[in-house]
């Protein structure tokens, strides 16, 4: 199966930016998508963008368009979010995850079986 390792948290401060970055190993040649979600203890995950690992394709949750983008590179077994204009409303536990199928606009976690460590992003 597919794993994940997430990197790329850090804090900084409200209008900076931040690239995260999620590698993916193992069988890669079942990802139909990828996507990124957050999370605030005692809040439920949402999804944050997500995009077909072949042909791209991105969609995004609505606060985040415009500041965030994210992109693979099939070459580095890699998905990224560059987030930038960073606010606080933003911290969270950051997760990458996988799906077999295609993406579907709605970000629902309920698609993603397979899920990274997370990696924790704080704007102050």
């Known amino acids: 199966h597919v794993q994940l390792v997430e990197s790329g948290g850090e804090s900084v401060q409200a209008g900076g930016s931040l690239r995260l970055s999620c590698v993916a190993s193992?069988?890669?040649?079942?990802?139909?998508?990828m996507g990124w979600f957050r999370q605030v203890p005692g809040l439920e995950r949402e999804g944050v963008a997500a995009?077909?690992?072949?042909?791209?394709?991105?969609y995004y949750r609505d606060s985040v368009k415009g500041r965030f983008t994210v992109s693979v590179d099939n070459a580095k077994s890699t998905l990224y979010l560059q987030m930038n204009s960073l606010e606080p409303e933003d911290t969270a536990m950051y997760y990458c995850?996988?799906?077999?199928?295609?993406?579907?606009?709605?970000?629902?976690?309920?698609?993603?079986?397979?899920w990274g460590q997370g990696t924790q992003v704080t704007v102050f």
């Open positions: 995850a996988v799906g077999r199928s295609w993406c579907r606009p709605s970000l629902s976690q309920a698609d993603f079986p397979i």
């Open positions: 193992g069988a890669t040649q079942d990802i139909g998508c």
């Open positions: 995009i077909n690992w072949i042909g791209g394709n991105p």
